[in-house]
C-alpha cells in the first residue's frame, strides 16, 4: 500500500477489521464447490481460516476487505483531536474506513442510530452482529483509559442473536486451562445462522438452575454475538417425565482434586493446579513464558510434544529431562536440546517476583507478583500469610488474597515448589520494603524511543522495583517520561503538558540511587 499525499506520519500503526463481503463469501464458496473441497458454513469462518493460511499467497486470492478504526503508534505528526477526523485523514492518506461513521449527541441518539443499522443489517454487503459507540474527543479517551486492554471510551451494542429448536442429549462437564469446570450440552444437530450446532456452553452451576436444563429437555439455543453457542431457555411442557436436575460433581472430572467455588464467583474450579492434566500445558507454556522463567526455546509446539509424549507430568519435570529426551522429539537435534537445557539452567537464577508469577497463581500477574515480592522478601513468609495480611497491601483485595492463600495451602503445590527449589531454582531474598519506603512509590513513567544500555522490559522492571508505575501513554497525572533515542509522539505530548522528561543518562542515574 502506497499513502497518498506528503503529510503522513513517519510511523502509522493502523488498526481494523479483515472481513469477508457476503458476495464474496459466496463466490469463494462456489469455487470450493468446483474444486471439490469442504466449503465454508459463514464468512466470519471463511476470513478467519483465510488470514490463517500458511500459504499467503492463498490468502492473497481470498476475497478479503478491511476496513481502519483506529491507529497506534504514530511518530513523526501530530494528529486531530477527535476519533472522527482521524479516521478521515487515513482516508485521505488512501486507508479505506466504513461509510457507516456517524457523528451523534446523546443516549438516545445512539439507540436510534442502532435501530436503524438493526433495520437494514439484512441489506448490508457484509455481516454485522452489532454497533460500537465511541467517544469522539481524543483528550476526553485518555482521560477515561482502559480498562486491562479494554477502552473504557467505546461499548459494543450487540443485535440480537438467531435461535433454534432442539433438544439437549447429554451435559459434559469440561476442565479448561485455568480449572474452571463448565458444563456442556450435547445437542441434536440444528442449523442457526448457518452453521450447524451439536454443542452449547451453560457456563455454570447457576445457569443450569436458573434455566433448569436437564438431559431430554426441548430447548432454543442461540449463538452468542453470532459466534459462541448457548442454551437460551427451556420449553418445560415438552419435559420428559423421567428427568432430574444436573449439578456438576465436587470432584474434577480429569485429575479427582477437590473443586471449590470461590466466594463472589459463579465458576467452579479444579484445585488441582499445576497437577491437573487439562491444565498441564497452559501451566507449562506460563511457567516458561519471557515474562515468567524466561525459558528461551521452550515454546507452545515442544511443550505440546512434552505433554503428549508424558515426558513431564507437572511444571517442576522439565528441570529432570536428559539430553536424550530432549534430542528425541520432533524436530529437535542434539545442538536444539543443548540450547534448550542450557536455557532450563540459566532459569534456575531467577528472582521472587518472577517466580511467584511463573506459578500462575490466579489473580497473580506481574504486578501483584512484585508486590508481595518486595512486601514479604522471602517466599517462606508469604507462604505463611493470611487473607487479612495480605490484604493489609495497597493493590491486593479479598478476591486476590483467597486465591493466593488457598493455592498455598493446597499440598500438592507445595510439594512442586519444593521440587524446584530442590532442582537449584532460586533468588536472592530481600528485606521486605513498604510500599511507603520505596524511592519511587506512587510515581508514574512513560518510556518512549530506544534504549541502548539496557531491553524497555528491563528498564520497566527496574523502575518498578523502586515502586513505579509504568505506562504506556502520556496524561497530565505522569510524573516522568524517559525519552531514548527516536522518540516520536509520546515526548512531544509531554513537552506540551509540561511532563518532566529525562534522556536515558538520567534514567540510569535514577536506577542507580540518584533521585
Known amino acids: ?58 490468502t492473497a486470492t481470498r476475497p478479503l476487505t478491511f476496513l481502519s478504526y483506529a491507529v497506534g503508534v504514530v511518530e513523526g505528526a501530530a494528529l486531530p483531536n477527535s476519533h472522527n477526523e482521524i479516521l478521515h485523514r ?98 441434536a444437530p440444528v442449523s442457526v445462522g448457518g452453521v450447524t450446532v451439536t454443542n452449547a456452553t451453560l457456563h455454570n452451576q447457576d445457569e443450569i438452575n436458573r434455566k433448569d436444563v436437564r438431559v431430554g429437555d426441548t430447548v432454543f439455543v442461540r449463538r452468542a454475538g453470532d459466534v459462541i453457542p448457548e442454551v437460551v431457555r427451556v420449553l418445560p411442557e415438552k419435559r420428559p417425565e423421567s428427568t432430574e436436575a444436573f449439578v456438576l460433581p465436587n470432584k474434577c472430572p480429569v485429575c479427582d482434586s477437590d473443586v471449590t467455588r470461590v466466594e463472589g464467583e459463579a465458576v467452579l474450579r479444579c484445585t488441582g493446579g499445576l497437577v491437573c492434566p487439562a491444565q498441564r500445558k497452559q501451566a507449562l507454556q506460563h511457567f516458561a513464558s519471557r515474562r515468567a522463567m524466561d525459558i528461551d526455546g521452550l515454546g507452545d509446539k515442544l511443550v505440546e510434544q512434552l505433554i503428549e509424549s508424558d515426558f513431564v507430568t507437572n511444571i517442576a519435570d522439565i528441570y529432570h529431562l536428559s539430553r536424550e529426551q530432549w534430542a528425541g522429539l520432533e524436530r529437535m537435534g542434539d545442538k536444539s536440546a543443548e540450547n534448550v537445557m542450557t536455557a532450563i539452567e540459566k532459569s534456575k537464577s531467577t528472582t521472587l517476583a518472577h517466580f511467584l508469577y511463573a506459578l500462575g497463581i490466579r489473580e497473580v500477574g506481574e504486578s501483584t507478583a512484585r508486590l508481595l515480592a518486595q512486601h514479604f522478601g522471602s ?137
Open 379 to 515: 517466599l517462606e513468609k508469604l507462604m505463611q500469610a493470611t487473607e487479612e495480611d495480605l490484604q493489609k497491601i495497597t493493590d491486593i483485595g479479598p478476591i486476590a488474597a483467597k486465591h493466593i492463600v488457598a493455592f498455598f495451602q493446597q499440598s500438592h503445590h507445595r510439594d512442586i515448589i519444593q521440587r524446584l527449589q530442590a532442582a537449584g531454582v532460586h533468588w536472592v531474598e530481600n528485606e521486605s520494603l513498604t510500599v511507603s519506603e520505596q524511592p519511587l512509590a506512587g510515581q508514574s513513567f512513560v518510556l518512549t524511543g530506544t534504549l541502548t544500555r539496557l531491553t524497555r522490559d528491563e528498564a520497566k522492571t527496574s523502575l518498578q522495583a523502586l515502586g513505579a508505575k509504568v505506562s504506556g501513554c502520556v496524561s497530565k497525572k505522569t510524573h516522568c517520561v524517559v525519552a531514548g533515542e527516536k522518540a516520536g509522539s509520546k515526548l512531544e505530548k509531554a513537552q506540551t503538558l509540561g511532563v518532566k522528561v529525562i534522556d536515558e543518562a538520567g534514567l540510569m542515574a535514577l536506577l542507580n540511587g540518584e533521585w
Open 1 to 58: 500500500l502506497r499513502l497518498r499525499g506528503k503529510d503522513y506520519p513517519r510511523v502509522l500503526e493502523v488498526r481494523g477489521e479483515v472481513f469477508m463481503p457476503k458476495a464474496g463469501f459466496e463466490t469463494l464458496n462456489q469455487q470450493q464447490t468446483i474444486k471439490g473441497e469442504k466449503t465454508f458454513a459463514n464468512p466470519r469462518n471463511a476470513a478467519a481460516g483465510s488470514l490463517r493460511q500458511l500459504d499467503s499467497r492463498i
Open 90 to 187: 487515513l482516508q485521505a492518506w488512501g486507508l479505506p474506513i466504513s461509510v457507516h461513521i456517524r457523528i451523534v449527541h446523546g443516549v438516545q441518539c445512539c439507540l436510534d442510530y442502532y435501530q436503524d443499522i438493526l433495520a437494514h443489517r439484512d441489506a448490508l454487503p457484509f455481516e454485522i452482529d452489532g454497533v460500537v459507540y465511541k467517544v469522539n474527543r481524543i483528550d476526553h479517551q485518555e482521560n477515561l483509559g482502559f480498562v486491562s486492554r479494554a477502552p473504557r471510551w467505546a461499548i459494543a451494542h450487540k443485535f440480537p442473536a438467531q435461535e433454534a429448536l432442539t433438544q439437549v442429549l447429554a451435559i459434559d462437564v469440561q476442565v479448561g486451562r485455568t480449572g474452571a469446570l463448565t458444563p456442556v450440552a450435547r445437542l
